[in-house]
């Protein structure tokens, strides 16, 4: 952190009208059940949904010609005023009008990380990570890095006010990376915990049968 900067902090908290919100309302949804019963929700929906897909997240998968190079990934320290601390994401954006998801994740990828993509391996299924809250939704688009030059780091693309912190770390070092970040403060988004606890469960999975 420069001279220049400081840690972010929140100056106030209140109710805000949803006729003064910029990125979401709230809206009051009347359904009946499996039992034909009369039931309110409450919802709070994003007004920028511009297709059927609000974002993606990119799990971007890193080689290198590098022989000592280990299978890594890119993550991202960002503070999320929500939450009142830095939590360390995917990278991760809404996708514009008239976007592919995957585009999206190209040019997300690229602003937030400097990392340009090579090849777009798969998107995921529409996701939802918070339905009982918010209609919000997702799709998760894994990309090929390749790294010629690494370990130098391409230049970000921020916007104006927008500070995030980028990292690449080995996949088999994730969940060790995860606790000394919770050791610090820090909050582990519970899409890139899962996918990571994932990756730890089938590599000893595969550990025991192959010594089975």
Known sequence: MSQQEQLPRIVSRKSLPTDQAKWV?????????????????????????????????????????????????????????????????????????????ETAAVRELEEETGYKVHEVIESSPLLVSDPGMTNANMKLVVVKVMLDDYPSSPKQKLDDGEHIVRRVVELDSLMDEFRAYEKRGFTIDARLSHFAAGWELANKFSKAARSA
């Open 25 to 101: 309302t709230l809206k009051k949804i009347e359904w009946k059940n499996q039992d034909n019963t009369d039931k309110i929700w409450e919802v709070a929906e994003r007004t920028t949904r511009k297709g059927e897909v609000d974002a993606v997240a990119i799990l971007a998968l890193l080689e290198s010609k590098k022989s000592d190079f280990k299978p890594s990934t890119i993550i991202i320290e960002q503070y999320r005023p929500p939450v009142e601390k830095f939590v360390i994401e995917l990278p991760a954006g809404l996708v514009d009008e008239g976007e592919s998801p």
